[in-house]
């Protein structure tokens, strides 16, 4: 299976930041920082789009060949647990991983190529909340990913 992972926008040296990060949150947690894990790790810090576990067991094997499948999905449920990554609906693919916004925010998907972007939807929110209430519920919480092609895709 061929891949097309579209390295992400972010420079290098916020990768590298990001990464530190995410090794200490994992160490201070009390879980290892094996070579399976760091493999891992930096293939989701440089993805532009949300990968499934298989897009992120194939990519991390190509640093760490003996990887095994259940170490990738334990160290994506230990991710995410630790709010370092967030499960999203891909296009095609139900489940898939994409590195977490760091506070509230809702995700563009290119439904071409993949790339995906975190945006803030504060004015959607207060409609949220007042669709709620019309209703007779406390919204406490909404996921909203929103479709499309990006600029790029579009030109094509």
């Not at 894990?37 to 640093?63: C, G, M, N, W, Y």
């Not at 909340?129 to 895709?153: K, N, S």
């Amino acid at each position: 299976m061929i891949l097309k992972i579209i390295i992400n926008k972010m420079n290098q040296e916020n990768i590298t930041k990001k990464l530190r990060n995410w090794e200490q949150t994992l160490t201070t947690t009390g879980s290892r920082l094996t070579a399976p894990r760091k493999a891992i790790l930096e293939v989701i810090a440089h993805a532009s789009q949300p990968l499934t576990p298989i897009e992120v067991f194939d990519l991390a094997r190509e640093k760490v060949p003996n990887l095994g499948l259940v170490t990738v999905y334990r160290t994506l449920d230990k991710l995410t647990d630790l709010g370092l990554v967030s499960r999203v609906h891909g296009h095609n693919d139900c489940q898939t991983v994409f590195r977490a916004a760091s506070s509230h925010q809702h995700l563009l998907i290119c439904t071409n190529c993949g790339t995906s972007v975190y945006f803030d939807g504060l004015d959607a929110e207060e409609r949220f909340d007042q669709i709620g209430r019309t209703h007779g519920y406390q919204v406490d919480g909404h996921w909203l990913q929103l479709y499309g092609l990006c600029a790029d895709c579009r030109t094509e």
